[in-house]
Every structure is written in C-alpha cells, then in structure tokens.
Nanobody, 119 residues
Framework: QVQLVESGGGLVQPGGSLRLSCDAS????????MGWYRQATEKQRELVAK?????SANYADSVRGRFTISRVRNTVFLQMNNLKPDDTAVYYC???????????????WGQGTQVTVSS
C-alpha cells in the first residue's frame, strides 16, 4: 500500500507565505514525477507545479515566480510566496510510483490540504 500525506496548509494573509509538504510512504520501489494540483470551490482541479526525478520543474503561469517546487527522496515541497486570494484552494500532491521492479508506474494522490488566503 502507498500513502501520500500532505501538511502545511492553513490561513494566511495576502502577501504571506506557506510551505506545503507531501511525504510518500509504503511499498515503494521508485518514484517518478511528483506534483502539486489545486482545486478551488466550483472549479476544476488544475496543475500548479510538477518536478521530475532530475529536478526539472514546470509551473502554471499563474504561480510562476511566486511558487517553488522541490523534492528530497520521497518528499515533495511547495514553497508559496506572495500569496493571493485567488490561490485559495485545496492543494493535492500526486506522484507516479512504481511499487516493485515488475510493475508499471501508477499515479497516487494525497488527501488534500486547505490553503486560504484572506485578510
């Protein structure tokens, strides 16, 4: 079994910062791309950022220059600076995980963490 557990969400004022963490644990042989998505109320889930094993990162236009994704072993981080009310959403991490050498990669999701940006 594989689990992704996010932490670090909360309430912050506009212009503030938060750092999200997502730890992958369980029966893991290899982890490929890891990423962060978000879903605001009554909107579709959207990609925020993703990062390869080699450290190459891609960002949504709306967060580029303000957010930074990074990873260390089985953990992916999202440093969020200069937060805006439009960043309010539930943030989900995901990861492409190979459970053993004989299987393919499958995508796993965390349970989500709420980020609210409000004065």
């Amino acid at each position: 079994q594989v689990q992704l557990v996010e932490s670090g969400g909360g309430l912050v004022q506009p212009g503030g910062s938060l750092r999200l963490s997502c730890d992958a644990s369980g029966s893991i042989f290899s982890i490929g791309i890891m990423g962060w998505y978000r879903q605001a109320t009554e909107k579709q889930r959207e990609l925020v950022a993703k990062i390869t094993v080699g450290g190459s990162a891609n960002y949504a236009d709306s967060v580029r220059g303000r957010f930074t994704i990074s990873r260390v072993r089985n953990t992916v981080f999202l440093q969020m600076n200069n937060l805006k009310p439009d960043d309010t959403a539930v943030y989900y991490c995901n990861a492409d995980i190979q459970r053993n050498w004989a299987t393919t990669y499958n995508t796993y999701w965390g349970q989500g963490t709420q980020v609210t940006v409000s004065s």
